[in-house]
């Protein structure tokens, strides 16, 4: 008996990608934000956001906590992300 690969959401990268610069907000500032910049860097965001990289879920539970919106908006492909206006990061 074979193993299937699972499914992959195609899109997540892109849309970790929106919602971090929705929220104007540099890869640092999304790891202290979401409270993993202990376990994370910069350069992991880097290839989640890139799809070089599939995020962990904790990763994108914190994604979707900060953007205010669920898990299942961000890995099903079919759903949009709400449009946003970008916002200035405080410089905190």
């Known amino acids: ?3 299937r690969a699972r499914h992959k959401p195609r899109r997540l990268g892109k849309k970790l ?3 971090r610069q929705a929220l104007g ?3 640092n500032q999304m790891l202290v934000k979401i ?3 202990e376990k994370y860097t910069r350069n992991n965001l880097s290839n989640y956001e890139l799809d ?3 995020a962990p879920l904790d ?3 914190g994604y979707a906590r900060v ?3 669920t898990v299942e908006m961000l890995v099903d492909d079919k759903v949009e992300l709400p449009k946003r206006k970008k916002r200035v990061a405080s410089k905190t």
């Open 67 to 69: 953007g205010g919106m």
């Open 25 to 27: 907000l540099s890869q």
């Open 52 to 54: 070089v990289r599939e």
């Open 35 to 37: 409270g993993l910049d």
């Open 1 to 3: 008996m074979g193993r």
């Open 17 to 19: 990608q929106l919602i």
């Open 59 to 61: 990763i994108v539970l």
